[in-house]
């Protein structure tokens, strides 16, 4: 019997065309494995993991700010501010505006702008931007001190870019047809908002971001983004960032910010602002007290709500609001906004001209046992709330330490007597310091001070371990 043909399958070519092409297969996916991790890393890493502690030009300079000043407050932070935690020199609003003024805004004005919409320093004010350098050279100038630079941004798109119509960097998108002119800042008069449904806004706010980053950002202040909330352009402003690739910190304003989009909010940026513009008067730091009380039980390490700018020392140099001067809060008043913004954890953003620092406001940004509860504390608790007296506690970064600020916020004295078990504190203290006079408590049996009107006594309570 004849047996039938068989069919033989040849599979070596195959076999060699796939040892061919596995090396160039075992590539690709070792690269899209390795972008995946990148962007997973770039999305979780703490750009802030700490609140952020520096100088910013608007309770000075307002608008009006220059590149000598900039730079000499640069160098003041670099002699004598950094070794304490003092790092980012931000220039604040309008640094785009030739003709700045004080005491409010030009409406209408001429923006310096490149060819694609996108504000550039005004080379007046900014000497070294010229021949398109942008802020790369102030940037580099403030690097090479060991601080980190940061710019004020307005949210959406210049308004004189709408109306030249000029080219979204990269696509053939017009700006006229990402903007959306009906959504406007309330104070200022220089940018629409942009449309993110439209095609081409994404790729707009990715084009300012790399922008700031190829000059050397490390820090943006956005406004008109936190209130009213505008979630679509803070994402798409936190997207921007994270395609940069450069670790930039992102600062939203104004406040307040909504309790409600906490989660929204620590998903997108490493701190905001929880109430309006904060100025030298009691009756501001007062109302600044029931927003940090609202917002101390959020607090998260990353993100930080923030209380605003600290107006101390010589503030009003060609401000927004007010003259030349030195603030006018009490010492006292100013020892209690220094610990409120410490055991909140808020960053600490000084608003003062550095080159005129007085003694006493040295102090101030000097003790490092109050940039140590700000910087290093946790699982702070409000305690005790009667009327206009409060008193928090923090635990310190060293074992057995319990940092306890007591608060009165009246226009009289105060007298604050209890136990420390009512405190959270159980057994006796072997050490008590108050942190701002460095003096020694002697009688570790119960709380019992005494407190002038508006001031804050802050006690570094140590354990008998």
Not at 213 to 235: C, L, N, R, T
Not at 333 to 357: C, K, V
Request: some cysteine.
């Amino acid at each position: 019997m004849r047996k039938k043909p068989t069919t033989r399958l040849d599979v070596s070519a195959g076999t060699r065309k796939l040892r061919t092409i596995q090396p160039y297969f075992d590539f690709c996916l070792f690269l899209l494995i390795a972008l995946w991790a990148s962007s997973a890393q770039a999305q979780s890493i703490l750009r802030a993991p700490v609140p952020p502690m520096g100088w910013n030009s608007w309770d000075a300079y307002g608008t009006t700010i220059h590149e000598a000043e900039v730079k000499a407050n640069a160098d003041v932070m670099a002699s004598s501010l950094r070794d304490y935690g003092w790092q980012y020199i931000v220039v604040d609003i309008q640094w785009y505006e030739p003709k700045a003024k004080a005491h409010g805004y030009r409406a209408g004005a001429d923006l310096s702008m490149d060819e694609h919409g996108r504000l550039i320093p005004a080379v007046n004010r900014f000497p070294s931007s010229a021949k398109e350098e942008g802020f790369k050279p102030l940037a580099d100038y403030v690097h090479q001190k060991g601080l980190k630079f940061g710019i004020h941004i307005l949210r959406g798109i210049p308004r004189q870019a709408v109306a030249k119509d000029l080219p979204v960097f990269g696509t053939k998108i017009r700006a006229s047809q990402i903007a959306n002119t009906t959504s406007t800042c309330k104070w200022n008069s220089d940018m629409y908002g942009v449309d993110m449904s439209k095609p081409g806004a994404q790729e707009y706010y990715d084009s300012i971001v790399a922008l700031y980053a190829s000059w050397g950002v490390d820090f943006i202040k956005a406004d008109d983004m936190a209130s009213p909330y505008h979630q679509d352009e803070i994402e798409a402003l936190h997207k921007a960032i994270l395609k940069s690739r450069r670790p930039i910190v992102l600062s939203l304003s104004p406040g307040p910010a909504p309790l409600s989009r906490v989660e929204n909010l620590r998903s997108n940026a490493e701190m905001w602002r929880i109430e309006d513009d904060l100025w030298d008067t009691w009756g501001s730091v007062k109302a600044m007290y029931k927003d940090a009380a609202s917002w101390v039980p959020l607090v998260t390490q990353g993100h930080w709500p923030d209380a605003d700018m600290l107006p101390l020392g010589r503030i009003g140099i060609r401000a927004e609001r007010g003259d030349d001067r030195s603030s006018r809060l009490s010492p006292d008043e100013q020892r209690t906004l220094m610990t409120l913004w410490s055991m909140l954890r808020s960053p600490l953003i000084f608003g003062g001209d550095l080159p005129s620092l007085d003694t006493f406001t040295r102090t101030l940004l000097t003790n490092r046992e109050v940039i140590a509860i700000d910087q290093h504390s946790s699982s702070t608790k409000i305690v005790y709330s009667k009327d206009d007296l409060h008193i928090w506690t923090s635990e310190g970064k060293a074992p057995g330490v319990v940092y306890v600020s007591i608060f009165n916020f009246s226009d009289l004295p105060a007298h604050a007597h209890m136990p420390w078990s009512q405190l959270g504190i159980e057994a006796a203290p072997a050490g008590i310091h108050e942190l701002w006079t460095g003096k020694v408590l002697r009688d570790s049996r119960a709380l019992d001070v005494s407190l002038a009107a508006h001031a804050t006594i802050l006690l570094k309570v140590e354990d008998n371990r």
